[in-house]
């Protein structure tokens, strides 16, 4: 991830988000800190997808009709703007999915139904969400394999010694998040491909949290497989992506069967499409592709880099006053090893009661295990809040948080007072 110095202006790109205008429960303006989850979408995208849905939508890849053609255009030329934001060295490396979810079960189904067996392992972080822990125990059962866990620091940091020593010749997946959906620790994703690749592992990299928050070239990153989803980066829901290397893509059986993943059917069997059809079985989603598509030229013109420095700027004022409260305990490493995401805990206060009554006062945070329980488990805890970022924030809007952080701690001081004198 690239990060330069000149500032975007927040407070302007707001207004295009309709969304963030919103009053919430008795009119409170709403405050959105949970774009790790989903960010909103700019009038860019909602218009896209209108006017898609109003004057050029038809099933693609199908008809000979002019309205086919044209809706096929769009959805391909949607396919070209994401090879272009990642840096793909052809549109048939890039497969569109329902989300990353999709794209990291297409990986091990496909790739690792043929390609792991008995005694074989995938290793993966004690840092990683479900959707990147559940699709290899499932694998590791079909194929009688195992899942290892590379441990973290304390500090929620990848332990590269652990890492390293859990990596053998064995290992036949690395299966990494770029950015921990809950820590918001940068991973270092170059040094973990160096070392898998050279134990002969396929690296796959869960970049749901990584994609939208910096610069993505896939041909420098040099891992197999990259997984991530519209709904993070100002696009729709319902669009997401894998990138797989061709030549290991090419290799790959089907994963779903049905339209428009087969060269011929006949009564004996079927032969499969040429990249990517071979891999979007089905009607795809035509119109959040669009919108995608959209996504990324609004985030291109305001620039990866910049939308990445703002959002580290808000990181580490949220840490600087937040490590300042006490009773606030923050989770993972420092602001500078951080996406932006900022996740704590509260002495005495679930983390639930903490978003119920942020909530109220129209912050939206978000709260639980994130999908990721392993990793909860790890830092001691069953659950935890979540503060994250997207190019729309502003400190007023941490301020906001805070004032609500403060006003619950007091609540709760008062509470105990109340409950010590009736002692
Ligand atoms: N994390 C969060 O609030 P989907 O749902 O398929 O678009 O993305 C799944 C996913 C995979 N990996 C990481 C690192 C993620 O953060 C997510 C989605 C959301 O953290 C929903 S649980």
């Known amino acids: 991830m690239t990060v330069e110095a000149s500032a975007l202006d927040a407070a302007a790109l707001r207004a295009d988000f309709p969304i963030l205008a919103s009053l919430v429960h ?31 939508y038809a099933n693609v890849h199908r008809g000979v009709h002019w309205m086919s053609e044209r ?47 008995a005694g074989d392992e995938i290793l993966v972080t004690e840092m990683e969400h479900h959707s ?21 620091t304390d500090d929620g940091v990848l332990d590269l010694e652990g890492f390293a020593e859990r990596l053998s010749q064995r290992t036949k997946v690395v299966a990494v998040s770029a950015v921990s959906n809950v820590l918001g620790t940068i991973n270092p994703v170059a040094r973990i491909v160096a070392a898998a690749r050279a134990a002969g592992a396929v690296v796959v990299v869960d970049g749901a949290q990584g994609v939208p928050h910096g610069t993505t070239d896939v041909q420098q990153l040099g891992a197999d497989f990259l997984a991530f989803s519209g709904h993070k980066m100002a696009g729709p829901s319902g669009i997401g992506v894998l990138w797989g290397r061709r030549e290991l893509l090419d290799a790959m059986p089907p994963f779903l069967g049905g339209g428009s993943m087969i060269g011929e059917v006949t009564v004996d069997g079927f032969t499969s499409a040429d990249l990517p059809a071979k891999f979007e079985a089905g009607t795809p989603p035509i119109v959040p592709a669009i919108g995608l598509a959209a996504a990324i030229e609004y985030v291109e013109q305001i620039g990866v880099a910049r ?13 600087e006053h937040l490590e300042a409260l006490t009773g606030v305990r923050l989770l993972g490493p420092p602001a500078a090893g951080k996406s932006g995401i900022v996740s704590f805990v509260i002495d005495g206060v679930h983390a639930h009661d903490v ?3 942020l909530d109220r006062g129209g912050v939206a945070i978000r709260a639980g295990h994130h999908c990721a329980m392993p990793l909860h488990k790890r830092l001691g805890i069953t659950a935890s809040n979540r503060a994250s970022f997207y190019l729309y924030n ?30």
């Not at 125990?137 to 079909?142: D, I, M, N, S």
Request: net charge positive; charged share 25%; with cysteine.
């Open 307 to 319: 939308i990445a420095a703002h959002e580290q700027r808000l990181t580490a004022y949220a840490h």
């Open 132 to 152: 990147n822990i559940v699709p290899w125990f499932q694998l590791a059962e079909r194929r009688g394999a195992a899942v290892k866990f590379a441990p973290i």
């Open 71 to 117: 809706c096929t255009d769009r959805y391909e030329a949607a396919r070209e703007a994401v090879r272009r934001y990642i840096n793909a060295s052809a549109v048939e490396e890039v497969v569109f999915t329902s989300g990353t979810t999709a794209a990291l079960n297409l990986v091990a189904h496909s790739w690792g139904d043929a390609h792991v067996g």
């Open 355 to 357: 978003a119920y009554m």
């Open 26 to 56: 008795d009119g409170r303006p709403l405050v959105y800190l949970d774009s790790a989850a989903s960010t909103q979408r700019p009038t860019a995208v909602i218009q896209a997808m209108t006017t898609a849905y109003e004057r050029e």
């Open 394 to 423: 502003t400190p007023a809007d941490i301020d906001a948080m805070l004032k609500g952080i403060d006003q619950l701690q007091e609540k709760f001081r008062k509470r105990q007072r109340r409950r010590r004198s009736a002692r």
